[in-house]
């Protein structure tokens, strides 16, 4: 089992409906990041957050640090969302450099 | 533009060859990375320069050797590669890196360099 699992790993939507995208951790942490990945590589780091929630547009961030648990929502999606999204965490009992990776989440927005 | 640049973005090399990745970031950072992405895996840290030095090597084998000669240069030299390093190779950069007691801060990425192995 991994130390981060996300869920789904695809996801199909239709463009405005609201999305959730889960990750789940089995270690201790003291940061954790949700980055997006497009077509061709390129990586975009979206949040780091330690607790509650973070917002930025139409994306919203949460963490449950007791549940180790977070989510990443995208409300009034758009196929311009459509992406790869990774949930990694870091620090905490994992040392200062560890950093592990969910598998990734591969959204696709139809128009 | 991110402010992280890679050259080259693709490169197809056999297992005999040697060749070299590079990354530039012109941000201003004292933190660089190396990532290697295989297909249907997760990500993986390669090593971590903290300020030219290197702070982590991610039990990674001899045929990838980094070299950081500035803040803001890193490059990864390969040689005697298998097909299985085939994979997209992600340079990233951060301010100061990771601080005592674990906090880690944002970093940037560059779009990658594909890399095949034949």
């Known amino acids: 089992k991994n130390e981060v699992e996300q869920s789904p790993q695809n996801l199909t939507a239709q463009e405005g409906e609201f999305i959730t995208i889960n990750c789940s951790y089995s270690v201790g942490i003291s940061a954790l990041h949700w980055l997006q990945q497009h077509p061709g590589g390129g990586i975009v780091s979206l949040f780091m957050l330690s607790s509650g929630k973070k917002k930025h547009g139409r994306l919203i961030a949460t963490i449950n640090i007791q549940e180790k648990h977070s989510s990443l929502h995208i409300t009034a999606s758009h196929p311009r969302d459509s992406a790869v999204y990774i949930c990694a965490v870091g620090g905490g009992n994992q040392g200062a450099q560890k950093l592990v990776f969910g598998q990734g989440t591969r959204l696709t927005i139809n128009p | ?118």
């Open chain 2, 1 to 118: 533009e991110t402010g992280v640049t890679q050259t080259p973005r693709h490169l197809v090399m056999g297992m005999t060859n040697k060749k070299s990745l590079k990354c530039e970031q012109h941000l201003g950072h004292n933190a660089m990375y190396w990532y290697k992405q295989s297909a249907k895996k997760p990500l993986e840290l390669m090593f971590v320069y903290n300020f030219k030095e290197q702070t982590e090597n991610n039990s990674v084998p001899s045929r990838f050797s980094p070299e950081c000669p500035n803040s803001s240069h890193l490059f990864l030299h390969l040689h005697t590669l298998q097909p299985e390093d085939s994979a997209l190779y992600l340079c990233a950069s951060s301010q100061d890196g990771f601080l005592a007691g674990g906090f880690w801060e944002t970093q940037y990425f560059g779009p990658g360099t594909r890399l095949l192995v034949l």
